[in-house]
């Protein structure tokens, strides 16, 4: 088995190994994999974090011994707070990294980092704060980042920078946590979660006081929520059909 890390800002992770091929996601700075397969050019990677496997370019990444990524992997998470900040790389270069990055290879890298970064569990209040982080952000199929998310990207991340996983679409955050019975259950920071008219679910946001709800839907916008689901106030038309509401933390 070989493994990687990432040593770049915004690494594409693609369906097929070709670079026209869709994007599924993304791996941010710092962020460690096995690699399961390894071409002349790609190698298909499986992310330590959530266990998402896709293609990434072998130019992108460093190849690590197993030790070093063992070592990396049991280190209480570090990750960067703002929207846009930098390392320092040996050779003095500077490289951007986004919000929520991760740090906790920056000695193995040999890189300097001098901003804010979060090692904690803050309580479930702070996600709220987390995701306005975000809000205008444009939606992007894949997107990880303040540049662009998607609706399972952006409530991961939020959730990963206050110290809790998620898995990474929204099809596998709907299978972890409680499921509550009503919205009135509900509190800030609970996770509702919506279907197609085929009962898959596809869309996913986090729930504000007040009955609102964050997500990503054209960008990182904040609706009303009721029974039937999302109402956005400027179209005055439901959006997206409620399926459930799970409280993670």
Known sequence: MKYGICNLSIVPLRAEAVDSSELVTQVLYGELFKVLESRKKWSRIRLAFDGYEAWIDNKQFLFIEEDNYKHLSKQTPVVSEDLVDMVTTKDKQILSIVLGSSLNGLDFLNHDFEGSSVQENFAKENLINTALLY????????GKTPFGIDCSGFTQMVYKIN???LKRDASQQVEQGEALSFIEE????DLA???NPEGD???VGIIMKDNYIIHAHGKVRIDRLDHTGIFNMQTNLHTHKLRVIKRII
């Open 193 to 195: 979660f919506f279907d």
């Open 186 to 189: 509900s509190e800030p920071g």
């Open 135 to 142: 809000l205008n952000t444009p939606y992007l199929w894949g």
């Open 163 to 165: 110290g809790y996983p």
């Open 201 to 203: 679910i596809t869309h």
